[in-house]
């Protein structure tokens, strides 16, 4: 090959790209549906009273916490009510009192999720979170012991009643 010209010498590389695979979705844990529903839920059970939020102090915003990170740092002494009310405005914003945009009340549940993560990892929040769903479950279980009731009715009427054949020839 060293007798050869230079220009057989030459080598051309070719890069062949092969097609990319498109984006994998991201596996969410959770959908904005479930994260709607759980905001849902931490609300009405606060509103209820089911639970209890320790709001942080002011001489705790003032320390590097995770809660210093996730409220404003406000040093004087109404941080506490600057975290209050901050959390009220968002609760008005989700809850539709407070004229939003589309975009803003998505922003206000996902802030008040993330203010729910930070209570439970804090270990401020004191009670249970209720599902919205137990009424329903709760008004069900009437109803389907309501039915139950008038099957029982129903059947203990089938069973003591006296049937018309037998009748007459028990009175003669």
């Known amino acids: 090959m060293s007798n ?3 220009d057989y010498r030459k080598v051309i590389s070719v890069k062949i790209k092969r097609k990319s695979d498109p984006p994998a979705e991201p596996v969410l844990l959770y959908s904005k549906q479930e994260i709607r529903r759980f905001v849902s839920e931490f609300v009405s059970s606060w509103i209820r009273g089911d639970l209890i939020i320790r709001f942080p102090t002011a001489a705790e915003l003032a320390k590097k916490t995770p809660l210093s990170i996730a409220f404003p740092n406000d040093p004087s ?3 506490e009510l600057k975290i209050k ?6 609760l008005s914003v989700v809850a539709g009192i407070k004229p939003a945009s589309t975009t803003e009340q998505e922003k206000a549940i996902e802030e008040v999720f993330k203010m729910l993560l930070m209570f439970r990892s804090a270990n401020r929040i004191e009670g249970k979170i209720l599902s919205n769903d137990l009424e329903k479950r709760l008004e069900k279980l009437e109803e389907t012991a309501k039915n139950q009731a008038k099957l029982v009715d129903q059947i203990t009427g089938f069973l003591f009643t006296p049937k018309k054949g037998k009748q007459k020839k028990l009175d003669s």
Not at 85 to 90: G, M, N
């Open 77 to 79: 002494v109404s941080a």
């Open 4 to 6: 050869q010209p230079s």
């Open 85 to 90: 009310e901050h959390y009220v405005d968002l």
